[in-house]
């Protein structure tokens, strides 16, 4: 067993594969989640369970989130109930959530109060990243900081870039959501002319997604849109909660980001329609439902 306890709290779609690759690296791992039951398979796996969030971080070196909206990073840090107040100095706090950069270095700022460390760290690499530990996670906070965790992420990421102080982990996310959104349309109008073209839909990827359109969306999600599998590998809701951050982030840097605001317009349409739960690549269905 590693020396550092962890505390992680949030074991979604992706939380709970990260939470796999620590407790394969031999890592003592305490998880809270609201709902025990998606915490189960990983107490069969040898996570320790948490009644609450401080009983989570009490005894944690390190404490990982990674949960659904701003205002739930919020509430588990800031709250009565959260992480702020059953910390201790000396520990170590790292935020995966995709969340806005003003409230990282809010993280941080606290943090430093107290004498605790942040990281804000998000990732991209969406369910078949978080299974196969090939994520790649964009990371904002002291270098030195950075530098010490690097073992750690490295369990469960690939590709881990150091973007600069607080909330430049952030930054850098809205650049990769901002790039996917673009990306899913791409993805989407190509899948949707190749059928009305009488093209086989699968047939077209072979060639297209080996070639200059080659993208992650298109080589990973469009087989699962010709299959009509919607399920989950990021969340339509989430997907829309990243787009209003980095267009939040747009509007406060002025720069006006037409393509964005258009993606942002479609996926709210899907949420509107009920579509929040499944994944992005349901974009689909704007064009042949």
Same mark, same amino acid.
């Given at each position: 067993?590693?020396? %550092?306890?962890?505390? &992680?709290?949030?074991?979604?779609?992706?939380? $709970? /594969?990260?939470?796999?690759?620590?407790?394969?690296?031999?890592?003592?791992?305490?998880?809270?989640? =609201?709902?025990?039951?998606?915490?189960?398979?990983?107490?069969?796996?040898?996570?320790?369970?948490?009644?609450?969030?401080?009983?989570?971080?009490?005894?944690? @070196?390190?404490? &990982?989130?990674?949960?659904?909206?701003?205002?739930?990073?919020?509430?588990?840090?800031?709250?009565?109930?959260?992480?702020?107040?059953?910390?201790?100095?000396?520990?170590?706090?790292?935020?995966?959530?995709? /969340?806005?950069?003003?409230? $990282?270095?809010?993280?941080?700022?606290?943090? %430093?109060?107290?004498?605790?460390?942040?990281? #804000?760290?998000?990732? /991209?690499?969406?369910?078949?990243?978080?299974?196969?530990?090939?994520?790649?996670?964009? *990371?904002?906070?002291?270098?030195?900081?950075?530098?010490?965790?690097?073992?750690?992420?490295?369990?469960?990421?690939?590709?881990?870039?150091?973007? +600069?102080?607080? +909330?430049?982990?952030?930054?850098?996310?809205?650049?990769?959501?901002?790039?996917?959104?673009?990306?899913?349309?791409?993805? *989407?109008?190509?899948?949707?002319?190749?059928?009305? /073209? +009488?093209? @086989?839909? #699968?047939?077209?990827?072979?060639?297209?997604?080996?070639?200059? $359109?080659?993208?992650?969306?298109?080589?990973?999600? +469009?087989?699962?849109?010709?299959?009509?599998?919607?399920?989950?590998?990021?969340?339509?809701?989430? &997907?829309?909660?990243?787009?209003?951050?980095?267009?939040?982030?747009?509007? =406060?840097?002025?720069?006006?980001?037409?393509?964005?605001?258009? $993606? =942002?317009?479609?996926?709210?349409?899907?949420?509107?329609?009920?579509?929040?739960?499944?994944?992005?690549?349901?974009?689909?269905?704007?064009?042949?439902?």
């Amino acid at each position: 067993m590693r020396d %550092e306890k962890i505390a &992680f709290i949030g074991t979604g779609v992706m939380g $709970a /594969s990260i939470v796999k690759h620590l407790l394969h690296a031999s890592y003592e791992v305490t998880v809270y989640t =609201r709902t025990k039951s998606k915490a189960d398979p990983l107490l069969e796996l040898g996570a320790h369970w948490a009644e609450t969030i401080g009983e989570a971080v009490k005894e944690a @070196d390190m404490i &990982f989130t990674m949960i659904g909206m701003p205002t739930d990073v919020e509430e588990v840090y800031f709250s009565e109930h959260g992480i702020f107040a059953n910390s201790r100095p000396s520990q170590i706090v790292v935020d995966m959530t995709t /969340s806005s950069p003003e409230l $990282a270095i809010s993280i941080a700022q606290k943090a %430093e109060t107290l004498g605790m460390q942040s990281l #804000d760290a998000p990732v /991209s690499g969406g369910d078949i990243g978080a299974k196969n530990g090939t994520l790649s996670i964009m *990371c904002g906070g002291e270098k030195e900081l950075f530098d010490r965790l690097l073992p750690i992420l490295s369990e469960f990421g690939k590709q881990i870039i150091y973007q +600069g102080n607080a +909330g430049a982990g952030q930054h850098a996310k809205m650049c990769n959501q901002i790039t996917v959104a673009g990306n899913m349309i791409g993805a *989407c109008e190509a899948l949707a002319y190749a059928m009305k /073209s +009488g093209l @086989d839909p #699968d047939t077209m990827l072979q060639s297209v997604a080996s070639g200059a $359109a080659s993208s992650w969306n298109l080589s990973t999600l +469009g087989p699962r849109i010709i299959k009509e599998d919607y399920e989950p590998g990021f969340y339509v809701k989430h &997907f829309v909660k990243d787009l209003n951050i980095a267009l939040h982030e747009a509007e =406060r840097l002025e720069v006006d980001l037409p393509g964005l605001k258009l $993606a =942002r317009k479609m996926y709210q349409e899907l949420l509107d329609r009920g579509y929040g739960e499944n994944g992005t690549q349901v974009l689909i269905k704007q064009y042949i439902d």
